[in-house]
């Protein structure tokens, strides 16, 4: 199943986000490391982690970095002071309420905490358990959970204790736990790379290269992986390729205007709509090109004479013939490297993602996260997804409750009666456009078959010798009839079967049955919530895991069926 898993109520503590500002999906870069460090080392230790800030933003340069520190004593709070030096925003996550955080520092450690503290850019309780220690493990599933990079101050020893340096380089290399159901197998974005500054700590001997950064990326595990470099050359790739993918994403939402919306999740979803609309515009455009332009030479192929007849010269029959032709593959390039189609395809997941999510958010369900349940089986170039998700609700605030939270908030409603409306009229629109081609393709079918049969007629009577001689057609006229006898039917079976090929291509058929389904599905669950049967969240989460599921087997159908050549 390549759709929604029951179950998406991610185990993480629950958090509040006020302030982070972020038009753009930004790199999210986790920080641990260890509290004790040598006090000689800290200088180099800050330059260290400022050139791993640059080198993440050479290879990234559409992406703004967002830095997570649980602002502990030592190598968080070093990392933080050294992020907002270069004017990089920081989440400071706390594991517990700030008074009682402070009775973990020296007097000295909470000067500097202090300082640090108001200039985040966000601070958050993250901790749920009156447990102390329960607070730092959750600190570390977080920072584990939602950056992209971790940058981790480490000497490379086990872990002493839960919610230390090594757990959190664990869990990033390994996978969270707690995401749904502990699953077996942990690929991106569960897992991700670790940027290692290798770290002395006081009144211990240093490590072997001291002062160093190593870059640790995962495993890709499978039967591809013949190797441990070459596992971990493909866990690279892979997770080049999401930000590559993410990047892109970006710099195609900064071509649109910022939303109005005051939910910033709702103004988020409202650009990747735009985006995604505008990237369907130009696969629409392209394809209509492509199978125009090879349609034009097929005709030129079949009408246009290459011996001189006809008084056309055999010159301009081939530049005809050859020019479409290259105008087909010309526009068929463009669209191939472009990637119109995936772009199109991908943003509409996330755009139809981010609504699940908004509605789910409105009515109360905050605690369940769309990317933990959407294409769990697309573990590699669909994975990107799954990160732009959980990024998203990260910067956009979904973790905070409003006291309107409810499954009648108008916000839900809009979401079940705009689909009800859309997957109506999205139906009725895909089974015109099928009946459209359906008709065009025997038309032209037709009318070939009608116009070679006329001359196939004409001709047999000349020869029969039973046409009038007044309207009998000279002698040089025969080869021209016989050429009509053939053209029409050739000409119009071509077209029939671009014709046919266009619909397939478009899925009306396909995505006429699927807009009906949801229709059916969206105007249930609106009168189960009318007339009040059942509780009304569930409802509405069961209605969520439909549609996520529903595109999820929609993108993955087109996907499996890619902008190709004209068939014919």
Not at 388 to 411: F, M, N
Request: hydrophobic residues 45%.
């Amino acid at each position: 199943m390549c759709g929604a898993t029951r179950g998406s109520d991610v185990r993480l503590p629950k958090f509040r986000i006020v302030s982070l500002q972020f038009e753009l999906l930004p790199l999210v870069v986790g920080v641990t490391g260890h509290r004790d460090l040598s006090a000689e080392a800290e200088g180099p230790l800050r330059a260290l982690f400022g050139e791993a800030l640059e080198r993440l933003q050479r290879r990234h340069p559409s992406m703004q970095l967002l830095v997570l520190s649980g602002l502990a004593a030592g190598a968080d709070i070093l990392a933080a002071e050294e992020a907002l030096e270069r004017g990089i925003a920081v989440f400071a996550c706390l594991p517990m309420p700030q008074a009682e955080y402070e009775k973990d520092f020296t007097p000295a450690e909470l000067e500097r905490f202090r300082r640090v503290l108001p200039r985040c850019a966000e601070v958050a309780v993250v901790g749920t358990s009156a447990r102390r220690e329960q607070g730092y493990v959750d600190v570390a599933d977080f920072i584990a959970y939602y950056c992209h990079v971790l940058v981790a101050f480490w000497d490379g020893l086990e872990a002493r204790g839960p919610g230390g340096t090594a757990q959190v380089v664990e869990l990033r290399r390994g996978g969270v736990p707690s995401m749904v159901g502990d699953a077996l197998v942990a690929y991106m974005p569960d897992v991700g790379p670790v940027f290692q500054i290798i770290t002395p700590r006081r009144d211990q001997p240093p490590p072997a290269e001291s002062l160093s950064i190593r870059e640790i990326y995962p495993e890709r595990q499978g039967w591809r992986a013949r190797s441990k470099t070459a596992a971990r050359r493909a866990g690279e790739e892979e997770f080049e390729d999401a930000l590559a993918h993410v990047e892109r994403f970006n710099r195609d939402l900064s071509r649109e205007p910022v939303s109005t919306a005051q939910n910033r999740l709702a103004a988020l979803g409202d650009r990747v709509d735009a985006a995604s609309n505008r990237q369907q515009q130009k696969t629409l455009r392209s394809l209509r090109g492509l199978y125009v332009a090879t349609a034009l030479a097929g005709a030129a192929q079949l009408v246009l004479p290459t011996d001189g007849s006809f008084h056309i010269p055999s010159w301009a029959g081939i530049a005809a013939r050859v020019g479409f032709l290259a105008i087909a593959f010309v526009v068929f390039a463009v669209a191939k490297r472009s990637d119109y189609e995936n772009r199109y395809q991908d943003y509409r997941a996330i755009a139809e993602a981010l609504r699940v999510q908004y509605a789910w958010c409105c009515a109360g369900l905050r605690n369940r996260l769309v990317e933990a349940s959407y294409l769990q089986m697309q573990q590699s170039e669909l994975a990107w997804i799954r990160l732009a998700l959980r990024t998203a609700y990260l910067i956009t605030g979904c973790g905070i409750a409003q006291p309107d939270d409810s499954p009648s908030r108008s916000e839900s409603v809009r979401w079940i009666d705009g689909q009800v409306e859309y997957y109506e009229a999205a139906g009725k629109r895909e089974e015109t456009h099928l009946h459209r081609i359906e008709r065009a393709t025997v038309a032209v079918a037709v009318t070939g078959f009608a116009l070679s049969a006329i001359a196939f007629m004409a001709g047999w009577m000349m020869t029969h010798h039973l046409m009038p001689a007044i309207i009998a057609p000279p002698a040089s006229a025969q080869g021209t009839l016989a050429y009509w006898e053939t053209m029409p039917l050739a000409l119009g079976s071509m077209l029939a079967l671009i014709f046919r090929f266009y619909a397939q291509q478009r899925g009306f058929n396909e995505n006429a049955r699927r807009y009906q389904h949801m229709f059916t599905v969206f105007d249930a669950a609106k009168r189960r919530l009318r007339e009040q049967h059942g509780d009304p969240r569930k409802v509405l989460e069961q209605l969520g895991h439909e549609a996520l599921s529903e595109h999820a087997a929609w993108l993955i159908l087109h996907r499996e069926r890619p902008l190709t050549f004209v068939h014919t």
